[in-house]
């Protein structure tokens, strides 16, 4: 059964700090990871989208790195602002075509 | 235009009524979805679009009734919903169906 698990469930930093996000993943066959940035109430936002074959991917302060041996994917949020609070989900695609395995997101606060 | 829009914002909606949710993109984009959103839960997919034909039903009530009336417009019929279909629905885009899927941002529904 395709699976994507996501630590923490929620997480508050102060501003300016710095965060990693974690996401493991079970999808076969594995086709991408992307992670999208979701405020309240509004439609998620793709932060990166990366294949197997790539290690890291950079969105301005996002980080993402993907580890597709271990199946374990990190989002690293530099210099955090205020407008960084939302829920960050990770999203695995199967080799299938359309369907995303959605994790149940981490939810980020950032505190002045 | 780069971006999938979504009307209207938010719905109130008895029962016995019938209303109907709107998506448009003009990205040239030939598939696209309607997920459900619960609070603090991940997206759950409902339908897919590809190339104008329903693709994948993901076993929904026949209360949802979606529409594909050209490549730019996804409609959402909804007929006798129950209090627990209220929810976010947000639709979404993809050039194709395994391609990265671009959301809007959503309908609110809430069903009395």
């Known amino acids: 059964k395709n699976q994507v698990e996501q630590s923490p469930q929620s997480l508050i930093i102060l501003e300016g700090k710095n965060c990693t996000l974690q996401?493991?993943?079970?999808?076969?066959?594995?086709?991408?990871l992307r992670w999208y940035k979701q405020d309240t109430g509004r439609g998620p936002v793709s932060l990166t989208i990366m294949t197997f074959s790539e290690n890291t991917k950079s969105n301005g302060r996002y980080t993402a790195t993907l580890d597709a041996d271990t199946k374990q994917s990190s989002l690293h949020i530099t210099a955090s602002q205020l407008s960084d609070s939302a829920s960050y989900i990770c999203v695995a695609l199967s080799g299938s075509g359309y369907a995303l395995n959605f994790g149940k997101g981490t939810s980020l606060l950032v505190t002045p | 235009d780069t971006e999938v829009t979504q009307t209207p914002k938010h719905l109130v909606m008895g029962m016995t009524n019938k209303k109907s949710l709107k998506c448009e993109q003009h990205m040239g984009h030939r598939a696209m979805y309607w997920y459900k959103q619960k609070a603090k839960k991940p997206p759950e997919l409902m339908f897919v679009y590809s190339y104008e034909k329903l693709s994948i039903n993901e076993s929904v009530p026949s209360r949802f009734s979606p529409e594909c009336p050209n490549s730019s417009l996804l409609n959402l019929h909804l007929h006798a919903l129950q209090p627990e279909d209220s929810a976010l629905y947000l639709c979404?885009?993809?050039?194709?169906?395994?391609?990265?899927?671009?959301f809007g941002p959503g309908t609110r529904l809430t069903v009395l």
């Open positions: 979404a885009s993809s050039l194709w169906e395994s391609g990265e899927q671009f």
């Open positions: 996401c493991n993943y079970t999808v076969s066959p594995f086709s991408n």
